[in-house]
């Protein structure tokens, strides 16, 4: 049953320096603002280079400094980049492998949870847009991006899993960026786009900030399957000018491709009656009143997040100290039998069981509410799944499992039961 006491749960506060080496599960609970303070530390007693050395071999804490990276200091994060760069070259991933070499850390049922679930696939870490306002604190550049064959295999494998939670190909990037040498073949975002087509079934929507690559708007505004989807070119803060501009591209390329006999669909150009606001991300440490931050982040899905740099657990909740972005986001460690109990940190769960994928903010957004006001109910629901079971757990804002019950299945039908 739920504790009432945890509904009152205060944030925490963020401590502001240590001198004390903190355990690796201890690193992986930092908030972002922690993990600078903590590596600011370890510069200070010169021990930095070495613990970033040991973090790029250990996969969680890559995934977490590499989450993170745009709070970081900029030499702290050159030395992290010079690293991993070097741990790349001594240790390639195979073309034959799936993405992050998954197949050697889960079992195949595992990996059919893991696949069941996923609803964002970051093609490249790093974004050449680099907006300074960016939701998902998106580093600017483009460092890394997953293999092609590596994409290939994982659709082919596992598009049936993967057609369950439909994941869209960007998070923290700019979908248009991705591009994949492997010998004398050139693959791009269409590539990726149509392996989701024809493995799995469905057409992933594209949001997008390229608005004036000539090329990249003609396929925005092609239609590429008989299946239903969403293309958007974001235009927040846009001046009308512009924008009327870029709706006469748009409208061109739309007839371009009448013209030639293949079918178009409609670009809606999102975010017009809106402004890039500060207060989530990085911007959060920009705002001197918690009253000027949003309630609520960009993200908008629960589930699994699959990105170069690591698998991750999403869980959206609102925009705190703790969680700037709005969402906790915390490294897919192992798919374990520990049982999930009420009083659980949800972020502790979510290193050893999977989240079960879903859009969060169905019917959020009602008529009148401001945009990213809108953070949900909480108590809030969720399903999680460990190795042998899988939980319905109601969670606090503040993360933490209220009410715990295992959810038991004859092969046909499912019950709760309380936990």
């Given at each position: 049953?739920?504790?009432?006491?945890?509904?009152?749960?205060?944030?925490?506060?963020?401590?502001?320096?240590?001198?004390?080496?903190?355990?690796?599960?201890?690193?992986?609970?930092?908030?972002?603002?922690?993990?600078?303070?903590?590596?600011?530390?370890?510069?200070?007693?010169?021990?930095?280079?070495?613990?970033?050395?040991?973090?790029?071999?250990?996969?969680?804490?890559?995934?977490?400094?590499?989450?993170?990276?745009?709070?970081?200091?900029?030499?702290?994060?050159?030395?992290?980049?010079?690293?991993?760069?070097?741990?790349?070259?001594?240790?390639?991933?195979?073309?034959?492998?799936?993405?992050?070499?998954?197949?050697?850390?889960?079992?195949?049922?595992?990996?059919?949870?893991?696949?069941?679930?996923?609803?964002?696939?970051?093609?490249?870490?790093?974004?050449?847009?680099?907006?300074?306002?960016?939701?998902?604190?998106?580093?600017?550049?483009?460092?890394?991006?997953?293999?092609?064959?590596?994409?290939?295999?994982?659709?082919?494998?596992?598009?049936?899993?993967?057609?369950?939670?439909?994941?869209?190909?960007?998070?923290?990037?700019?979908?248009?960026?991705?591009?994949?040498?492997?010998?004398?073949?050139?693959?791009?975002?269409?590539?990726?786009?149509?392996?989701?087509?024809?493995?799995?079934?469905?057409?992933?929507?594209?949001?997008?900030?390229?608005?004036?690559?000539?090329?990249?708007?003609?396929?925005?505004?092609?239609?590429?399957?008989?299946?239903?989807?969403?293309?958007?070119?974001?235009?927040?803060?846009?001046?009308?000018?512009?924008?009327?501009?870029?709706?006469?591209?748009?409208?061109?390329?739309?007839?371009?491709?009448?013209?030639?006999?293949?079918?178009?669909q409609r670009v809606s150009l999102f975010g017009k009656e809106y402004k890039h606001v500060k207060g989530m991300g990085k911007t959060f440490e920009e705002e001197?009143?918690?009253?000027?931050?949003?309630?609520?982040?960009?993200?908008?899905?629960?589930?699994?997040?699959?990105?170069?740099?690591?698998?991750?657990?999403?869980?959206?909740?609102?925009?705190?100290?703790?969680?700037?972005?709005?969402?906790?986001?915390?490294?897919?460690?192992?798919?374990?039998?520990?049982?999930?109990?009420?009083?659980?940190?949800?972020?502790?769960?979510?290193?050893?069981?999977?989240?079960?994928?879903?859009?969060?903010?169905?019917?959020?957004?009602?008529?009148?509410?401001?945009?990213?006001?809108?953070?949900?109910?909480f108590p809030k629901k969720a399903k999680v799944s460990t190795a042998q079971q899988r939980y319905s757990v109601s969670v606090d804002k503040y993360g933490y499992?209220?009410?715990?019950?295992?959810?038991?299945?004859?092969?046909?039908?499912?019950?709760?039961?309380?936990?």
């Open positions: 049953m739920a504790n009432p006491e945890m509904k009152f749960r205060p944030e925490r506060e963020v401590p502001q320096h240590t001198d004390e080496p903190l355990s690796r599960d201890r690193i992986l609970n930092l908030s972002p603002q922690e993990t600078v303070n903590y590596l600011g530390s370890l510069e200070e007693t010169g021990d930095l280079e070495s613990f970033l050395e040991d973090a790029a071999e250990d996969e969680a804490l890559k995934a977490h400094l590499s989450y993170w990276e745009k709070w970081l200091e900029k030499d702290q994060q050159a030395l992290l980049e010079k690293i991993i760069d070097r741990k790349k070259e001594i240790y390639p991933l195979k073309s034959e492998s799936l993405p992050l070499e998954l197949e050697k850390k889960f079992t195949e049922k595992q990996l059919e949870m893991i696949f069941s679930n996923v609803k964002a696939i970051q093609l490249t870490f790093g974004c050449s847009k680099g907006c300074a306002f960016c939701g998902f604190d998106a580093i600017k550049g483009v460092r890394e991006h997953i293999p092609y064959s590596q994409l290939a295999n994982m659709f082919q494998r596992y598009g049936k899993e993967l057609s369950k939670g439909e994941p869209f190909l960007y998070w923290a990037s700019e979908p248009s960026d991705y591009a994949s040498k492997e010998g004398l073949e050139d693959r791009t975002y269409e590539d990726v786009h149509e392996l989701a087509v024809q493995y799995a079934g469905y057409d992933p929507g594209v949001t997008s900030f390229n608005l004036t690559d000539k090329k990249w708007i003609d396929f925005m505004a092609r239609k590429t399957s008989a299946y239903r989807t969403g293309r958007r070119l974001s235009v927040f803060g846009m001046k009308e000018e512009k924008l009327q501009a870029l709706q006469h591209r748009v409208r061109e390329s739309e007839e371009e491709i009448k013209f030639s006999g293949k079918k178009a001197e009143d918690v009253e000027d931050v949003p309630k609520a982040g960009i993200a908008c899905v629960d589930g699994v997040l699959l990105t170069p740099r690591g698998l991750f657990n999403l869980f959206v909740i609102p925009i705190s100290r703790e969680y700037p972005q709005g969402v906790i986001i915390t490294p897919l460690e192992k798919i374990s039998d520990d049982p999930v109990k009420s009083g659980d940190e949800l972020r502790e769960v979510m290193r050893r069981s999977v989240v079960e994928g879903e859009y969060s903010h169905a019917g959020a957004i009602s008529k009148g509410e401001e945009f990213q006001r809108y953070f949900g109910r499992v209220l009410e715990c019950k295992l959810i038991e299945s004859d092969g046909e039908n499912l019950t709760t039961v309380e936990k």
